[in-house]
């Protein structure tokens, strides 16, 4: 089970790869928007269980990334944990998660295990899983992935 990182801050990808591992989950890292939608794009591509990442990156920000990756992917999952967010733009709806930085290995634990939750039990079309105050979606915001098995 592996997930993928992008963050165009090398220490932070590198402490978000390391709090994976502690969880034992192994994970890929990419240092921009640009290099993670080549990858997709790839033969080598393998879908993970979600994708991790930031917003504010030089060049393709990481809100039109993932409208990039939507159009391969549409049922691929991303947790964004962000300094600077925007609630009001439309990709944030189409993310499973939303956190600020700095993110505490407790928080990243309970993202992690709801959305292993999601993947190893299938869609749960009545209730996703709520990760409370740590969690900043808009009040209005709805799963994506059940948005699609709808």
């Known amino acids: 089970m592996h997930f993928h990182v992008i963050d165009d801050e090398k220490y932070i990808s590198d402490i978000l790869v390391n709090m994976l591992q502690v ?5 890929l890292s990419f240092n921009s928007s640009k290099a993670y939608i080549e990858y997709t794009q790839s033969r080598d591509f393998k879908e993970p269980i979600a994708a991790i990442t930031d917003i504010n990156m030089p060049g393709i920000d990481g809100l039109e990334m993932i409208s990039t990756i ?13 300094a600077c967010f ?4 439309p990709v944030i709806h189409e993310s499973c998660m939303l956190f600020s930085k700095p993110i505490r290995l407790q928080t990243l634990q309970n993202a992690i295990s709801a959305i292993m939750e999601c993947h190893n ?3 749960d079309l009545n209730t996703c899983p709520s990760l409370g105050d740590a969690n900043l979606l808009p009040e209005n915001w709805k799963c994506p992935q059940c948005r699609h098995a709808a």
């Open 70 to 82: 939507r159009r391969d992917h549409p049922d691929m999952k991303f947790i964004i944990i962000t």
């Open 23 to 27: 969880m034992g989950y192994r994970s």
């Open 121 to 123: 039990n299938g869609i």
């Open 86 to 89: 925007e609630l009001k733009h």
